[in-house]
C-alpha cells in the first residue's frame, strides 16, 4: 500500500476502476474526453503507478519494453530533422506508449477490470454510439456519422470498430453463460450499425477481418460440437445479411463502393480526378519516394509536410490539392519518417509483441476461464488495428488513448487470470 495515499487499494483502486469504465463509455460521443480522462489517468499511474509492476511476469516485461523499444528506435529519424517545431508535435503521439508503462502498473494495482464489468463498460459505449449515429443521420440529416463527437467520421467508425471487435469475442467466449453472450451479441451489432453508418470504408474492412480471424481462432481452439457449428453459423448469416441489407438500402454505400473501384481504377490510369483515393494515392507514393532517400532512419518526424511539399512542386507526385503531416497510413508513415529502424519498432512493439503475448494467454486458458476471453479479445484487437493501419496512420490519431488502454486492460486480466490459475 501506498503510503502517500493510504487506503488506496480500496477506495482508490475503485476510483481508478470507475474512471477506466466511464472513460470506456463517454470517449467515443462526448468531445473531448478521449484525450482529458486520460491524462487524469496518467498522472495519478505517474503518482501510484510504478509499484503495481512489482506485479508483472515476463510476458508483461517484454510487452512494456516493447513499447518503449517503439519510441526508441524512432528517435534516430530525429538526426535527419530539420523542422523541430513540427518534430515536437509529432512526437507527442509517442508518448502514450511510455505512458503506458506506468499506467499498466496502476491497472494491475488496481485490480484489473473483470469481463463483465468491461463488456459492460463496452455495450453502454456502443448503445451511445449507436444512439448518436441514429441521431445525426435522422434528425441532423448527416450521410456520414461521427462528426459530433469531435472527431470525424474516420476515427469515429474506427473506435466503434474496435468497441465492436470486444463485443464479439464476448458473445463468442464470455464466460458468464447465455444470457451475457447474447447481450454482447446485440450490443455487437449496434456497434456494427454505427460503423456502417460512418462510412468508414478502412472500419468496415478492419471489422470484417476481426470477424474472420476471431472466429476462426474460436473455432481452432474450442473445437465447438454441431450444435455451437450451427449457431455460430446462424449468427454470421444474420450478421452478413443486416450489414449487406443496411450498404443496400443506405444513400452511401452503394455510391462509396463504386466510387473506391472507380478511383482505384483512376489511379492506375494515372487520372487523379477521384479526391480520397488519389490523395491517399499521392500520400503513398510521397511516402515511398522519401523512404527511398532515407532508407534506414528515415527522413525525420518533422519533416513530411516538407518533403512531400518539395515533392509536389518538382512534379514527381500529383498535386491534389493539399498536403499532410502523415499518410494515411501506418506502415508507410512510419516507414517514411523513421525508417526501416522506425517500422521494425512499430511493426515489433506495437504488433507483434502484443499479439506474442495474447497468444501465449490464448493456449495457455481454458476455453471456459476468463483469460480465454482477455486474450482472444486481445488478439482481435491487434487483428483490427493491422488491417485498420493499411487505410489510416492510427498511431497519430486522438483515438490512440482509447486504443492503447484497451489493450493494457486486455493484457491485464489475461495476466491475472493466468496468475489465478497458476496459484490454485
Known amino acids: 500500500m501506498s503510503k502517500t495515499l493510504p487506503g488506496f487499494d480500496h477506495a482508490g483502486a475503485t476510483g481508478v476502476r470507475l474512471l477506466i469504465g466511464l472513460f470506456f463509455v463517454v470517449a467515443p460521443v462526448v468531445p473531448g474526453t478521449v ?43 530525429l538526426l535527419n530533422n530539420a523542422d523541430f517545431d513540427t518534430a515536437g508535435w509529432r512526437f507527442e503521439r509517442y508518448h502514450p506508449f511510455l505512458l503506458a508503462i506506468p499506467v499498466f502498473g496502476l491497472i494491475l494495482r488496481a485490480g484489473a477490470l473483470g469481463g463483465h464489468v468491461l463488456l459492460a463498460s463496452l455495450a453502454l459505449a456502443a448503445l451511445c454510439a449507436g444512439g448518436l449515429a441514429l441521431y445525426e443521420h435522422q434528425v441532423l440529416g448527416l ?67 476481426t470477424l474472420f480471424v476471431a472466429g476462426g481462432l474460436y473455432l481452432y481452439r474450442v473445437r465447438p460440437g454441431r450444435g455451437q457449428v450451427l449457431r455460430l453459423a446462424g449468427g454470421a448469416a444474420l450478421i452478413v ?23 482505384i481504377a483512376g489511379v492506375l490510369e494515372e487520372n487523379y480526378e ?103 479479445a486481445g488478439l482481435a484487437l491487434v487483428v483490427n488495428l493491422a488491417v485498420f493501419g493499411f487505410t489510416n496512420s492510427w498511431l497519430y490519431l486522438r483515438g490512440l488513448p482509447y486504443i492503447l488502454l484497451l489493450l493494457l486492460v486486455l493484457a491485464a486480466g489475461a495476466g491475472e487470470s493466468a496468475r489465478a490459475s497458476a496459484s490454485r
Open 143 to 209: 450521410t456520414r456519422v461521427g462528426e459530433g463527437t469531435g472527431f470525424n467520421p474516420n476515427i469515429f467508425g474506427h473506435l466503434v470498430s474496435v468497441i465492436a471487435s470486444v463485443l464479439l469475442v464476448g458473445a463468442l467466449a464470455s464466460d458468464g453463460g447465455k444470457q451475457r453472450r447474447l447481450w454482447c451479441f446485440a450490443a455487437f451489432l449496434v456497434a456494427s450499425f454505427a460503423v456502417l453508418m460512418s462510412g468508414s470504408r478502412g472500419a468496415v474492412l478492419a471489422l470484417a477481418a
Open 35 to 77: 484525450s482529458q480522462l486520460p491524462s487524469l489517468l496518467g498522472l495519478a499511474a505517474l503518482v501510484w503507478g510504478w509499484q503495481g509492476l512489482r506485479r508483472t511476469d515476463r510476458d508483461e516485461r517484454v510487452l512494456l519494453i516493447g513499447f518503449a523499444a517503439y519510441v526508441a528506435l524512432a528517435l534516430p529519424s
Open 241 to 263: 445479411a443486416l450489414a449487406g441489407g443496411t450498404m443496400a438500402t443506405s444513400k452511401l454505400w452503394p455510391g462509396h463502393w463504386a466510387n473506391l473501384y472507380q478511383g
Open 274 to 376: 477521384d479526391v480520397s483515393i488519389s490523395a491517399r494515392s499521392a500520400m503513398l507514393m510521397a511516402a515511398w519516394r522519401i523512404w527511398t532517400e532515407h532508407p534506414w532512419i528515415g527522413t525525420g518526424l518533422g519533416d513530411a509536410q516538407a518533403d512531400f511539399d518539395r515533392l509536389v512542386g518538382a512534379g514527381e507526385i500529383p498535386d491534389v490539392g493539399g498536403s499532410s503531416h502523415v499518410f494515411h497510413n501506418t506502415y508507410a508513415d512510419a516507414l517514411s519518417t523513421s525508417g526501416l529502424v522506425g517500422l521494425a519498432g512499430a511493426l515489433g512493439g506495437v504488433m507483434a509483441i502484443p499479439a506474442w503475448l495474447f497468444w501465449r494467454r490464448l493456449g495457455a486458458s481454458a476455453h471456459d476461464s476468463p483469460g480465454f476471453f482477455f486474450a482472444l
